[in-house]
């Protein structure tokens, strides 16, 4: 079995151009399985104009109230990938919805296991999304979904220890393997902060921090700002660059002008991994980040890979990121305590530069090759006992 070439399907409610941590993390999988001689066929929704790139669009609708995301058409996936089932020896699936039941409907149509991965905590976000419905029932909703789901897979994958222990609490029936995702040499490839700053108009030693993501509700942006209104009274000239679009950009660019941060928070939207994104990350002198529902959180490991700094709350998958001697600053979800040490980074560069290198020292223990090594050692476990 150590040699044998691994024929799986993945299907996922969401890929590229739709940037997020589960894009991410398909993408640079599949990458490494398929640099290991593996065949990997990918199905996810058609967006505009995309290039299929090897994957398998298919048309979907918009999804009503998330203008990103889209809801694969049942039948047309069902054609799509009818001649799947002689070329397969499993299926992943990496999303709760469409590609969750199809993967499952196909896996015992064809006889093959099927695996897959938790990548989101669905419970600390949904409130954001379904606000008419009182949070204690979509959390009770939240946790049934995901038992059911994990029951019905034959291995369920998880992006950190604290998002099986999360599992774990709910009762969920299976066998949990914590398998992060990682990092592809590509994000060590080194950006080039000047070139970002010219292009978008930053005077090259303005104090500045950077986040990366969905401008979502659960990524509490908001605080965020509130700790730019605090630092900005010590720094005037401090400026948060925010990469990414999303759900909530609407009322996050409402705030930065209740707040009076008009010129100290710049939206830059979407940005091309390469070298646009890498760019972006070292622009900042500091890379902060609040989010309460990461099952991972690899934008850290980004900024890291960049020698850039973090300054982060630590809750669920970040736990195992933000760690002391890391190049991490652990603050506590208060304003006063994360601008205070967001300002000691800035006003110490020496001490910055230390712990941004020591942020990349870390980065690389996070490597994407090997973390694609132990899904390999799940995956032929899984079709040996098959």
């Given at each position: 079995m150590i040699g044998q070439r691994v024929r799986v399907l993945k299907i996922s409610d969401v890929f590229l151009p739709r940037i997020n941590?589960?894009?991410?993390?398909?993408?640079?999988?599949?990458?490494?399985?398929?640099?290991?001689?593996?065949?990997?066929?990918?199905?996810a929704p058609r967006y505009e104009s995309e290039p299929s790139n090897g994957v398998v669009r298919v048309p979907a609708r918009r999804v009503v109230g998330d203008p990103e995301d889209r809801m694969m058409k049942v039948r047309v996936l069902r054609r799509l990938v009818r001649d799947f089932a002689s070329r397969i020896d499993l299926i992943h699936v990496h999303t709760p919805f469409i590609a969750h039941y199809e993967g499952i409907r196909m896996a015992r149509r064809w006889g093959v296991p099927v695996v897959g991965t938790y990548?989101?905590?669905?419970?600390?976000?949904?409130?954001?999304y379904v606000p008419?419905?009182?949070?204690?029932?979509?959390?009770?909703?939240?946790?049934?979904?995901?038992?059911?789901?994990?029951?019905?897979?034959?291995?369920?994958?998880?992006?950190?220890?604290?998002?099986?222990?999360?599992?774990?609490?709910?009762?969920?029936?299976?066998?949990?393997?914590?398998?992060?995702?990682?990092?592809?040499?590509?994000?060590?490839?080194?950006?080039?902060?000047?070139?970002?700053r010219q292009a978008h108009g930053i005077d090259e030693d303005?104090?500045?921090?950077?986040?990366?993501?969905?401008?979502?509700?659960?990524?509490?942006?908001?605080?965020?700002?509130?700790?730019?209104?605090?630092?900005?009274?010590?720094?005037?000239?401090?400026?948060?660059?925010?990469?990414?679009?999303?759900?909530?950009?609407?009322?996050?660019?409402?705030?930065v002008a209740r707040l009076g941060l008009t010129s100290n928070v710049v939206f830059v939207g979407y940005l091309s991994r390469l070298p646009d994104l890498l760019d972006c990350y070292r622009a900042g002198?500091?890379?902060?980040?609040?989010s309460r529902t990461e099952t991972q959180g690899l934008v850290l490991l980004e900024a890291m890979a960049q020698s850039?700094?973090?300054?982060?709350?630590?809750?669920?998958?970040?736990?195992?990121?933000?760690?002391?001697?890391?190049?991490?600053?652990?603050?506590?979800?208060?304003?006063?305590?994360f601008s205070r040490k967001v300002l000691f980074l800035l006003e110490n560069p020496e001490y910055r530069l230390a712990r941004g290198e020591e942020a990349r020292r870390f980065a690389r223990t996070w490597s994407s090759s090997a973390m694609a090594n132990r899904l390999?050692?799940?995956?032929?476990?899984?079709l040996a006992g098959n």
């Open positions: 941590g589960v894009s991410t993390s398909i993408d640079t999988v599949r990458y490494e399985l398929e640099n290991r001689g593996h065949e990997v066929s990918l199905v990548h989101t905590h669905f419970e600390e976000y949904l409130h954001h008419f419905v009182p949070k204690p029932g979509l959390r009770a909703l939240a946790r049934r979904q995901a038992r059911r789901q994990c029951s019905q897979l034959n291995q369920v994958i998880v992006p950190s220890r604290q998002m099986a222990e999360v599992l774990e609490g709910y009762g969920a029936r299976a066998d949990l393997r914590v398998i992060p995702t990682g990092l592809s040499p590509a994000a060590f490839e080194p950006g080039d902060g000047s070139r970002f303005r104090p500045t921090l950077v986040h990366v993501g969905r401008l979502a509700f659960e990524k509490n942006i908001d605080f965020l700002l509130r700790v730019v209104a605090e630092v900005r009274r010590s720094e005037p000239r401090i400026l948060l660059i925010l990469a990414g679009e999303g759900p909530a950009a609407r009322s996050l660019r409402r705030l002198m500091a890379f902060v980040f609040a850039v700094p973090v300054v982060s709350t630590a809750s669920l998958g970040t736990k195992d990121i933000v760690l002391p001697r890391r190049g991490a600053l652990v603050a506590q979800e208060s304003s006063e305590d390999l050692a799940v995956y032929r476990g899984m």
